[in-house]
């Protein structure tokens, strides 16, 4: 298991990061997303592992269904402010 902690001045910047590491890992646990302790912005705690051995070709694992619903979902950020 991976365990990543972002940290981000704003929402948009920790949507941005947070959909980077979706690109690459699957997620599988996230925090809440809190105020950092020291300064201004956010910070999010990401448990993820390597993505599962790519399916054959037409078609897609369950571990993709899964990758491509968190990608599209990052309400568990927060509130987009845009």
Do not use: N, W
């Not at 365990?3 to 599988?28: F, G, M, P, Q, Y």
């Not at 912005?41 to 619903?69: I, M, Q």
Request: aromatic fraction near 2%.
């Amino acid at each position: 298991m991976i365990r990543a902690r972002l940290a981000a001045d704003d929402v948009d910047e920790l949507h941005a990061a947070a959909a980077a590491v979706v690109s690459a890992l699957t997620v599988i646990r996230t925090s809440r997303t809190v105020p950092r302790r020291f300064g201004d912005g956010l910070t999010v705690h990401l448990d993820a592992e390597c993505p599962a051995t790519a399916p054959p070709p037409g078609r897609a694992s369950r571990s993709d269904d899964l990758h491509g619903k968190q990608a599209e979902d990052l309400s568990y950020l927060g509130p987009d402010p845009g």
